[in-house]
C-alpha cells in the first residue's frame, strides 16, 4: 500500500519510546472540526475525535492501516468541504 502524507504538523511525538498508536494532526484553526469528523466518519467510516485543535486517530483500537491511508488520502477533499 502506498503511504500517503499531509502537509499538516502532527504534534504526536518523534521519538520512538514516547510515541504511541494515537496520531494527532493539527489543522487549520479556521477549519470546522466537527463537520471534518462527520464527514470521515459518515463517507470513509474512519472514527476520528476532535482533540486539542486537532484530529485524533485512535489506530489500535477502531482503525486499521486501510481506514488511516483512505483518511489521510482524502483530507484534501474533506478540508475543501469545510
Not at 484553526?29 to 476520528?48: F, G, P, R
Request: proline content about 2%.
Amino acid at each position: 500500500m502506498d503511504r500517503v502524507w499531509l502537509s499538516s504538523a502532527a504534534f504526536t511525538p518523534h521519538e520512538p519510546e514516547r510515541r504511541d498508536a494515537l496520531i494527532n494532526v493539527r489543522v487549520d484553526e479556521k477549519k470546522d472540526l466537527k463537520k471534518i469528523v462527520e464527514i470521515l466518519e459518515e463517507k470513509y467510516k474512519v472514527t476520528v475525535t476532535n482533540r486539542f485543535g486537532g484530529l485524533r486517530f485512535a489506530a489500535q483500537l477502531y482503525n486499521t492501516e486501510n481506514h488511516i491511508q483512505t483518511a489521510l488520502s482524502s483530507s484534501k477533499e474533506v478540508l475543501a468541504k469545510v
